[in-house]
């Protein structure tokens, strides 16, 4: 019995040096990567690529881009610029470290915590919404359908505005899909049928996200992407939890007497909500290309077409939107919400990142085939910007 006790007395000691000694490791490593990513944010604008700066210099004079922009190649910023306003009516600037709202490009970031959650062991790709929510009107609609834009759901965004009549407090999440339930509009069409850009599809697994961590999506995504990739500067703000969205950039419609304001529909995230710079962005960008946030596997499972494609070379994988042409792919995404009009793009091939956020929602991003030209890149048009916008096929 004494050597039992003894023996335990020998190994808590053992199993706390252990903790104290993983711990340790891993505050190291994260204080190495703040170092690695605050040198790989350093840009000096003497240093910037000439014909870069030139074409966008006339892409803010002769188009009216209104925003701030970031391009890299090979792991190193090239060039990086803010042009114009924050907010037109109090004449203040835009700073490189301006926060904009992402609209569409938030549902890469939502894609990628319900990939981390599918790592982890907390969701598959094969459950369907009603495993969540066991009231859902729409039977057999699953995780990867959501991802891809195949459920058929309908589209929340037309179908709450005529329900909703608190048009100054946003709704949440639960509240839509609550409503979703109570009310059961018609579906597009049957899971898996066609690809359907739809709001509902990001909103509605952002909701999931939110049942099984047990965390408002604010939360999760805060703690399990934002602050560990040290995105100092992007968070997920919900007209749910402010009066007003705490930040200094505000959307303008086309022209600027017409700044954009905020309502209930600013209220459901996932499929947008997320606030964010042209560095943090940037930061994202290199912790997935460096394998810190998913694994390799499910990570490029990401940007496998899930559709048919369009003109034989776009298509949409999981949050992604993508070019596939033999071996060069290019995974990106637009947004276009509420005076706010942004484009993300990823070219593996050739390593390069684009990062273009405008808080003027004018045609100038339909302008950049210049700026493809200079960096020896596709032309990436589709989805860009028709019809209505972020509503239709953005």
Known sequence: MLKIKNLFVFVIPLALIACSSAESKRVKIEEEQKITDSIRLVYSPENADKRIDEFMKKLHSRSAFNGNVLIAKKGKIIYKNSFGWADYLHRDSLTINSQFEL?????????????????????????????????????????????????????????????????????????????????????????????????SNFMVLAAIVEVVSGQSFTVFMQENIFKPLGMKNTAVYSKADYETIPTGVIGHDKVWRRSVVQNFLDGPVGDKGIYSTVDDLYLFDRALIEGRVLGKDLLDSAYVGRSKPTKEVFNYGYGWRLYEKGNHVIAYHTGWWHGFKNLYIRDFKNDITIVLLSNMANASLNHLDGLYEILDMPVIRQGAYSGNGELLDN
Request: glycine share 6%; net charge positive.
């Open 103 to 199: 609209a569409s490009v938030s549902k890469p970031l939502t894609a990628t915590a319900v990939l981390m959650l599918i790592e982890r062991g907390k969701l598959r790709l094969d459950q369907t919404v009603n495993d969540f929510f066991p009231e859902f009107p729409y039977e057999g609609v699953t995780i990867k359908q959501l991802l891809s834009h195949r459920s058929g759901l309908p589209n929340y965004v037309y179908f709450v505005d005529g329900i909703w009549k608190d048009k100054k407090n946003g709704l949440t999440n639960r509240q839509v899909m609550d409503l979703l339930i109570q009310h059961k509009p018609g579906r597009y069409n049957v899971p898996d049928a066609r690809f359907l850009y739809n709001n």
